[in-house]
Every structure is written in structure tokens, then in C-alpha cells.
């Protein structure tokens, strides 16, 4: 089916990309199934089913974990992480299992996934798709830092909700790799980005029957006047201000706010968001993290 991408002809005039009708149109390929959302890997679908079923217990973990041998190998990597990691190395899925705790495998699972996710075979999009993969990585490691400071937050929780924040970005890439005026002109698909991302995120987490909380970060996360103030400091306010973070050091519209003036950057405070920064350039958790989501 083609769109007026290219509604206006007039000789002269430069060809103008409707983004209304490129927006409408990927609604519709939603809705009647004609676009392919992400899909998890099937594995990881079916460990995901073995942990949420409150009847099994870490030996069918463990056992399901097994058959995938690079999921194996992720989740012992993983489990030695900084994120988990103990004086003594784990070397099996089974103490892996242990050392994570039944409840956070599912974040564990989820998040070595999430990497498949981001794969594309669509040459052209190629290059997006891997600094989507590498901005979501970025925003997940200051997310992880930023839940240290709070212990009502998960820190496999956080990373997780770092790295699907902009999972929306996904089916507009693939839609948009149809289109070589899109790819060509970098500004119209990072206008297109913005505006259809959110509500494209949401959708995919609600399709994957992911949490509200994971849904409401996909849903709002560039949202800056949102007002956060009241109440403790949830997921979607710490991948707020992992998101602006990610983009320090960048030409990004976002390096040129007044954080001083947005309300989720005084609800954390600013010394602590400078304590983070400080962190980040010394390196911390950069390299073992990134590793850990290969
Ligand atoms: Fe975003
Ligand atoms: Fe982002």
C-alpha cells in the first residue's frame, strides 16, 4: 500500500513528506497486523513462562536457562556483574539462578533478550538500530546508578526500563526503511521518531504483556514537564534523568536545558545527579555493564 509520502508534485516546489499520512498509515499496519512489532526470542519467551509460574522452582530455572547455552553463558556473566556480583565468581546457571534471586531472573531474562530485539536484518537501518541499541545501553547504566540511591527501586528492574524506553523507535525504523526519502534526510525521520515513538512503546510493552510501570516509562519518558514531584522516586522519573544524562558530552537539544527549572530534576536533586555524572566519567559500571548485555 502506498501513501502520499510525496503529496505535493508541483515543479519547483520541494517535495514535501507527509508525516500525518506516514503516521496514519503505520497505525493502520498495527492494527490490522501488517507491521511485525519486535518479537522476544522464542527461548527466552519460554524461560519467561517457566518463571512466572509460581510452581517451579530454581531447578527448572536453571533447566530451561540451560538449553540455550549463550543464554547460559549471559546469565552466569550477568550474575557476576556488578549488578549482583559477590566476592566468589558463579560458574554455573543453576548458582547464577541463586545469586540473582527467583524474583529478578525475569528482569535478568528480559534484559539479556532485549539485545535480539534491537537486531535488524533491513541493511539501511542498520546503523540506527545499533546507536538505538547503544543510546538504550547508556540510558540503562545511569538508570542503575541512579536506583542505587533509592531502595524502594530494583536495579535489574532499572536497567531493564532503561533499555526499552525506546523500543517505539523500533517499528518506525522498519516502516521507515521502505521509504529512502525517510533515510536520506536524517531530520524528517528523527521528527517522525519523535513524534510517534511513545505511543508506539507503549504499545509493543502492552503486546509483550509487560508491567504498567515499563509501559508508563515507554509511554512518557521525554514528557520533561511532567509533574513528578509528589511521591517517591519511581522508574519513570530515574529514566527521565538517565535519559537527558545519556546525552552529556552530545550537540543534542537536550544538553541545553535549565535542569534546574524541570520538576524530576529537582525531585532527585542536582548534587545527586552530579554525583552520577561524576560516576559515570570515572567509568563506573560502564564496561562490566555493557559487557554483561552482550
Ligand atoms: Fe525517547
Ligand atoms: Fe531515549
Known amino acids: 500500500m502506498n501513501i502520499p509520502l510525496t503529496a505535493q508534485s508541483n515543479p519547483g516546489k520541494p517535495e514535501k513528506f507527509d508525516v500525518k499520512a506516514f503516521a496514519l498509515e503505520l497505525r493502520q499496519d498495527i492494527e490490522q497486523n501488517r507491521i511485525r512489532l519486535p518479537t522476544l526470542p522464542t527461548l527466552s519467551l519460554e524461560a519467561l513462562l517457566v518463571v512466572n509460574d509460581a510452581a517451579s522452582n530454581m531447578t527448572d530455572i536453571g533447566k530451561i536457562i540451560g538449553k540455550d547455552t549463550s543464554m547460559a553463558t549471559r546469565l552466569v556473566r550477568y550474575a557476576n556483574s556488578p549488578l549482583y556480583g559477590g566476592v566468589h565468581k558463579v560458574t554455573s546457571v543453576k548458582g547464577a539462578v541463586i545469586r540473582i534471586g527467583v524474583n529478578a531472573v525475569r528482569s535478568a531474562i528480559l534484559n539479556l533478550a532485549m539485545h535480539d530485539v534491537f537486531t535488524t536484518h533491513h541493511t539501511l537501518i542498520q546503523d540506527r ?9 547508556a540510558v540503562a547504566i545511569r538508570a542503575v546508578l541512579l536506583a542505587s540511591y533509592f531502595k524502594q527501586l530494583d536495579r535489574g528492574e532499572a536497567m531493564l526500563a532503561g533499555l526499552i524506553h525506546d523500543v517505539g523507535i523500533i517499528p518506525v525504523l522498519i516502516k521507515a526503511s521502505e521509504y529512502s526519502v525517510l533515510l536520506e534526510k536524517e531530520s524528517n525521520l528523527d521528527k517522525l521518531v519523535s ?13 509483550w504483556n509487560f508491567e504498567p510501570f515499563l509501559i508508563e516509562v515507554a509511554g512518557s519518558h521525554d514528557n520533561l514537564d511532567r509533574d513528578s514531584l509528589g511521591g517517591d522516586v519511581d522508574y519513570l522519573d530515574i529514566i527521565q534523568v538517565a535519559n537527558v544524562l545519556s546525552y552529556d558530552g552530545t550537540d543534542h537539544p537536550y544538553t541545553q536545558l535549565d535542569l534546574s527549572e524541570i520538576p524530576v530534576f529537582k525531585k532527585l536533586g542536582i548534587d545527586l545527579i552530579e554525583e552520577v555524572r561524576q560516576k559515570m566519567a570515572a567509568g563506573e559500571y560502564e564496561s562490566e555493564l555493557t559487557i554483561a548485555l552482550q
Open 195 to 207: 513524534h510517534l515513538h511513545m505511543t508506539l512503546g507503549k504499545f509493543i510493552l502492552s503486546f
Open 129 to 137: 538500530m545499533e546507536g538505538l541499541w547503544k543510546h538504550s545501553v
